[in-house]
Nanobody, 124 residues
């Protein structure tokens, strides 16, 4: 069992930055690939970014490429999402998730554990 707790969300103006954190507890964090997803009101949950267990591989949705950076610190059991140049369309609840996949995966069904989410609101 892996427990995930996100933090770092909030209200920011367009063009601003936020750094989301996801703290993991339970089974060995470093053996899991991690991902970030988001869900805006009235929309389906969508993939944002993912990172392999080692941190050596990362993947981004086209909508955030060049603006968001995913990273992880296995010693701290934490994964991060640095979000720069935020846009109003980035407004959503952001979720982190853990997958036993050996590599980077973007498919929600391959993630076994999910956090409760943190709200990110970008004002224009």
């Amino acid at each position: 069992q892996v427990q995930l707790v996100e933090s770092g969300g909030g209200l920011v103006q367009a063009g601003g930055s936020l750094r989301l954190s996801c703290a993991a507890s339970g089974r060995t964090f470093s053996s899991y690939a991690m991902g970030w997803f988001r869900q805006a009101p009235g929309k389906e949950r969508e993939f944002v970014s993912a990172i392999s267990w080692s941190g050596g591989s990362t993947y981004y949705a086209d909508s955030v490429k060049g603006r968001f950076t995913i990273s992880r610190d296995n010693a701290k059991n934490t994964v991060y999402l640095q979000m720069n140049s935020l846009k109003p369309e980035d407004t959503a609840v952001y979720y982190c998730a853990a997958s036993p996949s050996s590599g980077v995966t973007t498919t929600p069904v391959r993630f076994d554990y999910w956090g409760q989410g943190t709200q990110v609101t970008v004002s224009s």
